[in-house]
């Protein structure tokens, strides 16, 4: 079994997250590590200037020697900077004793040596991590003497300042040793205040991506789905948004205010809504195109059975010798009706726009009257009139250009559409308008005529505008009549008719 891809969403999510991830990372060690470079020299400096300060107040409270002190305030002075700093306060004397302490590490304490044995000896500063250089400074603990003294001293600030000066002679000095790490949870927070204010961002980011790409890519996967639906043949199948469930599809007509409000919306839903019409368009021509092989079936099987019926009856006896000639011209009449039914069934309009047009100028009246004989047997059978009301107003012959065959397809398409839906015994009538550069042919009859609503669609392919009137007509007749009207250059209107009140076809044809 194959696996599936991902989703659209499942991809837009995963790239945006990544690129915005790369940008936070790459923020976040950057600002990262000048917060923690401007806060590291800082502290340093922080601590460098409390132990200067320190060795000041330090030298005035000594005596001459450096050795001890001559007050007591000073350790007044020391606690406050202890508080302060955070940081173990060591007060060296000449002798190298560190004769007052706020602390010492653990670790540290094995490593020192004593000035004496009696318990309150001091301990003794180590000649490698003394102030030699008789300057102030505050250097990580592995950067000074203090490396084999102080337990991980990369983690250790050191500052020292000396106690006065004397030459080169060593007199003393204020050591402050402070762990840089964060020893407590607050302490971590504010070391790491911008690498947790990145990932806050980043998460609180993640999370409105995950909203927007829901929202942006949430249609465009229902969009996928509903196609490949309509791909496996489910024409129903519509692109549904929002909670409602709303499907959206452009306005039947394109009125000022439905169109200008189609253009405010975003493009994927101007998109949703014109494949949700272009589905329900694809599945009205399947009805369509069914209900017109229903319909076509039916008009062939009436002949066909007709036909094999009377001939059937002709051989065995069932119809008489006499009357042989009455039933071979209906069995020539259904041939012809069925090779007219054939021949529509197979035009289309490639076809048709494949021949040349071969225009000619003839005799518009005579014309008509032509076409009008070969409707006699129809309008016998029916016993419908049809009457010719043409235009008289032009002198001598209505001369008129365009190719004769063609346009006598319109025409028979056209009146045989009237006669068809005309009630027995009606009335089809044919009337001509000589206009400057035009003449207008005008079908009217007097039948059901053709409702409001089915007007704007009687000339599309397989339409049938009342399916109440008969099974009759492939729905291909007046299709054929606009095509062959529109390769003329001319115009084919459909109506009613308000003298018979029926339907009315009007169609125009050039003057030369």
């Not at 301990?123 to 592995?142: D, K, M, Q, W």
């Not at 493009?267 to 329900?280: H, Q, Y």
Request: hydrophobic fraction near 40%; include cysteine; glycine fraction near 8%.
């Amino acid at each position: 079994m194959k696996r599936r891809g991902l989703s659209i969403y499942a991809r837009t999510l995963l790239n945006i997250s990544a690129a915005i991830f790369a940008v936070f990372l790459i923020l976040a060690l950057v600002y990262g590590t000048v917060y923690n470079v401007s806060t590291s020299n800082q502290r340093q400096e922080e601590l460098r200037r409390y132990a200067q300060e320190l060795a000041i107040l330090t030298e005035r409270r000594m005596d001459v020697a450096h050795t001890t002190f001559v007050t007591g305030d000073i350790t007044g002075y020391i606690s406050f900077a202890t508080r302060s700093t955070g940081a173990y306060v060591w007060v060296v004397n000449s002798e190298n004793e560190i004769i007052y302490n706020t602390g010492i590490p653990s670790d540290t304490i094995g490593k020192l040596e004593r000035s004496g044995d009696g318990v309150r000896a001091d301990f003794i500063l180590p000649e490698v991590a003394r102030n030699t250089g008789h300057v102030a400074y505050c250097h990580r603990g592995s950067q000074t003497g203090f490396y084999h003294l102080l337990p991980n001293p990369t983690i250790w600030l050191v500052a020292s300042a000396p106690i006065g000066t004397r030459g080169d002679l060593y007199t003393g000095e204020v050591i402050l040793l402070r762990r840089h790490s964060p020893d407590t949870f607050s302490a971590w927070l504010v070391d790491n205040n911008v690498h947790i204010s990145f990932a806050l961002a980043y998460i609180v980011s993640l999370a409105i991506i995950i909203w927007l790409s829901r929202n942006i890519t949430n249609p465009i996967s229902v969009l996928a789905k509903t196609a490949d639906s309509v791909y496996r043949g489910d024409l129903t199948a519509r692109v549904q948004l929002g909670k409602d469930r709303k499907t959206l599809t452009l306005p039947d007509h394109d009125s000022d205010r439905s169109a200008e409000s189609v253009m405010r919306e975003d493009d994927l839903t101007r998109l949703v809504r014109t494949f949700n019409t272009l589905i329900a368009k694809f599945e009205m021509r399947e009805n369509e195109h069914r209900e017109f092989l229903g319909n076509v079936s039916h008009d062939l099987r009436t002949p066909v059975t007709s036909i094999s019926g009377f001939i059937e009856g002709m051989r065995d006896g069932t119809i008489s010798q006499d009357k042989f000639e009455y039933y071979l011209d209906i069995i020539k009449a259904e041939a012809d009706r069925l090779e007219e039914l054939i021949n529509t069934l197979f035009e289309q309009t490639d076809q048709m726009e494949s021949q040349e047009l071969k225009q000619t100028v003839f005799n518009l009246h005579e014309w008509i009257n032509r076409v009008q004989i070969s409707f006699e047997p129809m309008l016998r059978e029916k016993k419908i009139h049809l009457l010719l009301n043409l235009d008289k107003s032009v002198k001598g012959e209505l001369k008129t250009i365009g190719d004769v065959g063609q346009l006598t397809r319109v025409l028979n398409n056209v009146v045989s559409n009237a006669i068809r839906f005309a009630p027995r015994g009606g009335l089809v009538t044919i009337s001509t308008k000589a206009e400057e550069r035009y003449v207008c042919v005008i079908v009217e009859d007097n039948g059901p005529g053709i409702g409001e609503r089915d007007i704007p669609y009687v000339f599309d392919r397989f339409y049938k505008a009342d399916k109440s009137r008969g099974q009759e007509g492939s729905g291909l007749g007046l299709y054929i009549a606009r095509a062959l009207i529109n390769r003329h250059g001319q115009t084919i209107e459909a109506g009613s008719s308000l003298e018979l009140g029926g339907a009315k076809i009007t169609f125009t044809i050039a003057r030369p």
